[in-house]
């Protein structure tokens, strides 16, 4: 076991590395600019958009609204808390400004998969609207790269066990038993209870949890952090200096910090800024792809707003936090890190960042086993939906009190993986996005969104 952990890990430095990095960020600046910054031109006019009731007057299964909510349940979760932590610990303040500009780019990124979702989605036997990675490369590329689809669905069922199953229940669990000395046995009985209660609905009852959760922790969540901030104003400026400064030089070892170069806020504030929003991972068109919508385009533009509200609104909450307060100084890393700086300013701040944790990681499960089931139904047909729904459902108290560094590291390895057939499908596919947006603002008329034309019509 130790020399295929040793393999493994090999494996992941290398579909981790620079090219990936390179990739991820490439796709994305190469649709914002082949769309003239559109996703960030119009992010106003995704919100109005995602409260529009004439959105839902389109054919799918649930409403844009629950579809971006479901996306957002699998997104954000760890890697809003504790993956933001690691980065900066390991990068140094500067990191937060490089997650930033994943963001930003990858708005587009999301952009592009949801419209091809939508675009090229189908309907299953029983109905249900289908769609994703694995169908916009065979119904948009053809039959010659169906293979490519298959490899993006055989990494992406087995990904979910991993990184949306075993490893959420057990942060679920360690952190209750560290903040609140529930033990873990009880929790993977609770998180059994819950998750299959929720599975049996399929994807709308998961929506209309989702739909009800993530926006009242969002909201929680983000309302402490300004707590902390609105208490702590006089730093925001320096601590907004540093991090824009630590991402172009150097930041020397002081106190419980060990140094890093920039290179080091660069790769860790990539990484982790992807592995929070999931932008060109192919994992949020799954749930679009099943949203109640009339054009692609629109959905689009809801779908972009996931990577906003998750790395720009969450991930700037805990990073700010963890600046400003200096607890990057202090050693401590991961979800501890984040829990000891609200501690610091918030009293009882740590049973805040445990409780959001726990429901992040709760509806991340829910929103990875969507992801899971339509991955195995694209394999296999959708006889082996319920099979794949008890095996989700007795992976969760394996998860919740077993040791996972093995696993942990199989998933990351599956999930980028699953990257690399999904950015090569948005390159060979980016003129079907680029002509349907600019279909979409040619013909738009009076009582439709207000989007002006802002690229070049050939």
Known sequence: MELITQWLGAINGIVWGAPMLIGLLGIGIFMQIRLSFLPIRKLGTGFKLLF????????????????????????????????????????????????????LVGMATKYSEAVLAVRFRETDKNGNYVGGPMYYIK???????????????????????????????????????????????????????????????????????????VPVMTVGYFGAGVVVLALNIPAIPDAFALIIKSAFTPVAAQGGFAGAAVWAAIRFGIARGVFSNEAGMGSAPIAHAA??????????????????????????????????TGGWLTGQT?????????????????????????????????????????????????????????????????????????????????NAMMAIPNLIAIALLSPVVYRLTKDHIRDVNADSIDIKPVMKVD
């Open 52 to 103: 529009q009731k004439n959105e839902q007057r389109g054919e799918g299964q649930i409403s844009p609204f629950n579809a971006l909510m479901t996306a957002l349940s699998a997104t954000i979760g760890t890697g809003n808390i504790a993956g933001v932590a690691t980065a900066i610990v390991m990068g140094g303040p500067g990191a937060l400004f490089w997650m930033w500009m994943t963001a």
């Open 139 to 213: 119904n948009g590329l053809g039959k010659k790269w169906i293979w490519l689809g298959t490899l993006f669905a055989f990494f992406g069922s087995i990904a979910g066990f991993g990184i949306g199953n075993t490893v959420q229940a057990n942060s679920v669990a360690d952190v209750l038993q560290s903040n609140f000395g529930i033990e873990k046995t009880i929790t993977a009985g609770i998180l059994v209870v819950l998750v299959g209660a929720v599975l049996i609905g399929g994807i709308k009852r998961i929506s209309d949890v989702a739909g009800k959760l």
């Open 291 to 324: 949203a109640k919508t009339q054009n692609p385009i629109r959905q689009g533009l809801i779908a972009m707003l996931g990577t906003f509200i998750d790395t720009i609104i969450v991930c700037s909450v805990t990073g700010l936090t963890i600046v400003i």
């Open 334 to 414: 991961g979800a501890t890190l984040t829990a000891a700086s609200f501690s610091a300013v918030i009293p009882g701040g740590n049973y805040i960042v445990a409780i959001a944790l726990a429901i992040f990681a709760f509806t991340t499960i829910l929103g990875w086993s969507f992801y899971g089931e339509k991955c195995i139904q694209y394999l296999l047909g959708p006889k082996a939906v319920v099979p794949f729904r008890i095996l989700w459902i007795i992976a969760l108290p394996i998860g919740a009190t077993q040791s996972l560094t093995f696993v942990w590291l199989l998933a990351d390895t599956l």
